[in-house]
């Protein structure tokens, strides 16, 4: 049931039958909620709007105060704002929303400006405080970041034996494609000195060949088993799971997503769903491993259905490379400052795949991380999605993983033309003559802006250099040559947070004050597009989402200030002082506004 918005408001009284004149329509229904203000609709035919009216869950009309006001009814609720304004609620386009519940159950490992981990020895102190006597299951810090420590390296098994050598520990770095563990976290997983490394991953080693507790990529997976746990208890993850929704309504999030899910997630979630609807819509992207997508999706589009308890399967995801903070993203030159004694393989461990691991990638100097598939195997994979009717996230933090996806989708348009348009390229790095081959592709792009703002200076100085650093998240040149792009904070690499994304795109500069690439910046307008209305398109939902327009679904947000008229710098300052979904409240900060 939603509660009762604390905006101050009241029922009206009186009924008056008239539509709004510039929405001619005939006799119109009494609103269940009309909100008079300041109306951002980011729809390019009504751009803003006095009021907006509501029933049944939808926009039923936006235009003048007078106009929207002639639907009120004797139980419409009438709400005046005075400064605050209204924007459609704001579209997740990529992120995990069960381990954002999972780190709600977690300890926070995050390093300034999110939290104070900014040493090993800051670490340990927090896991300690979170270590009660007499248990043995495991305990799980989120978000630690070798990069901003102190030791600028990742914690070893020795580092957390310190903490305990009796309870298993499990850190997740904040990439979430490294973890750390103590030696009884490692005993729990399987790994020993003898433990191979598995296609596509490493486990990191000492010199006499001992594991070092830092495990990369698909070497990772071996050590999610408290997370499994979690998922396979319906009642604890359904806790963790609407205490997530609760942080992203309270970032004025209607929409969120669940990227990369395995088969036994989405029947988790499912299983939470059936125990009561969700409060936000959470669009399933599931995972291209094995047999998940025939078993999930079946031989039709997996949207056609819509959302059931508010859960929707959206298509398929596939990760082509790893992440820049752990040094696995493919690029197509080497690291600026390349990891120590780098060497890693890649295999894919898709039924398709028929000659085992790729081989090893440069070393040293000359390391450029590695990817995930063969090119002829990311073609095979293109083409069941695209055989399949499945839309396809694919996950490429690397440009030469860019190219390789690319190539295959270029294969694939010359049998399909508009198949590439089923597709959408989640990057972080991007250059001219990639965006120039998607636009003719038709292919969006999505880019994580969270990346700038807090990792932003060490990407430069550590990881990419100075020049690739400022193409990173490059909105300006990608609307310079037509390839429509959405923002993304990858919660939890980043907390949920689509006014910071705006204010990162719109500015460009880092937590260290930096601006990094000022010709990529972008309008606000556009920024808000990318969360909003792009974000929806996405996922094959803009007729009902992304903009305030009349028949689309009533999700809102109302801000303290209007984000169009502020410095991009301002826009973080900015509060969100409720979320509506389909026209229920789900959020509400406490704010009041003018009586009528």
Request: glycine fraction near 8%; hydrophobic fraction near 45%; include cysteine.
């Amino acid at each position: 049931m939603p509660r009762p918005a604390v905006f101050a408001s009241m029922v009206v009284l009186s009924s008056l039958a008239a539509g709004c004149a510039s929405q001619d329509r005939g006799p119109r229904e009494p609103a269940d909620r009309i909100i008079v203000g300041a109306v951002v609709t980011l729809d390019e035919r009504m751009p803003r709007a006095e009021a907006v009216a509501m029933r049944g869950g939808r926009v039923q009309a936006v235009g003048s105060a007078d106009e929207v006001l002639a639907l009120r009814g004797p139980r419409t609720i009438v709400t005046h704002l005075s400064r605050a304004v209204v924007l459609p609620g704001f579209v997740d386009a990529h992120g995990h929303l069960a381990q954002v519940a999972l780190r709600t159950r977690g300890v926070s490992l995050d390093p300034p400006p999110l939290g104070a981990a900014d040493s090993i020895a800051a670490i340990q102190d927090r896991l300690r405080a979170e270590l009660p006597a007499e248990r043995d299951d495991w305990l799980v810090g989120w978000g630690y970041d070798d990069a901003l420590l102190a030791e600028r390296r990742h914690p070893t098994r020795q580092d957390l034996d310190a903490v305990s050598t009796t309870r298993p520990i499990l850190l997740v770095h904040r990439s979430g494609r490294i973890v750390t563990l103590n030696s009884v976290g490692l005993e729990r997983a399987g790994v020993t000195a003898a433990t191979r490394d598995p296609p596509g991953g490493r486990i990191r080693r000492e010199p006499l060949g001992a594991p070092t507790g830092v495990l990369e990529e698909r070497a990772a997976l071996r050590a999610l088993e408290p997370l499994r746990a979690l998922r396979a208890d319906p009642e604890r993850l359904g806790d963790a799971v609407r205490d997530a929704l609760a942080r992203y309504a309270a970032r004025g999030v209607t929409t969120c997503r669940e990227s990369l899910a395995s088969a036994e997630l989405v029947d988790a979630l499912r299983g939470v769903a059936a125990r009561g609807p969700l409060p936000l819509d959470v669009a399933v992207s599931v995972s291209w491993r094995g047999t998940t997508p025939e078993r999930l999706l079946g031989d039709k589009d997996p949207g056609a259905g819509g959302y059931l308890g508010g859960l929707r399967l959206c298509g398929v995801e596939l990760v082509l490379d790893g992440s820049l903070h752990g040094h696995t993203a493919w690029l197509s030159a080497p690291y600026h400052a390349p990891p120590a004694g780098a060497l890693s393989r890649a295999a894919c461990e898709d039924p398709l795949t028929s000659d085992g691991a790729l081989p090893p990638t440069a070393t040293g100097e000359r390391y450029a991380g590695y990817p995930s598939f063969l090119a002829r195997e990311v073609e095979a994979l293109v083409r069941r999605c695209l055989d399949g009717g499945w839309a396809i996230t694919a996950r490429c933090h690397g440009d030469a993983a860019v190219d390789q996806l690319l190539d295959a989708l270029e294969r694939a348009a010359a049998e399909r033309p508009d198949a590439p348009r089923r597709v959408t390229l989640v990057a972080q790095l991007l250059r001219d003559d990639q965006l120039e081959r998607m636009a003719r592709l038709g292919v969006p792009a999505s880019f994580l802006a969270a990346d700038l703002f807090f990792w932003g200076d060490h990407l430069r100085d550590a990881l990419l250099g100075p020049e690739r650093a400022a193409r990173l998240a490059p909105g300006a040149a990608a609307l310079a040559r037509g390839v429509p792009f959405s923002l993304h904070d990858d919660a939890p690499s980043a907390p949920p947070d689509p006014l910071r994304a705006v204010a990162v795109a719109a500015s460009r500069r880092t937590a260290g004050g930096a601006v990094l690439g000022p010709e990529q910046r972008v309008r606000i307008e556009d920024a808000l597009r990318a969360v909003t209305l792009e974000a929806a398109r996405q996922l094959g939902e803009e007729d009902d989402k992304g903009s305030i327009t009349p028949d689309k679904l009533a999700d809102l947000v109302i801000l303290s200030a209007d984000p169009t008229a502020c410095a991009p710098e301002a826009i973080t300052t900015i509060e969100v002082l409720q979320t509506i979904k389909a026209g229920a409240v789900v959020y509400d900060r406490g704010q009041r506004a003018a009586d009528e």
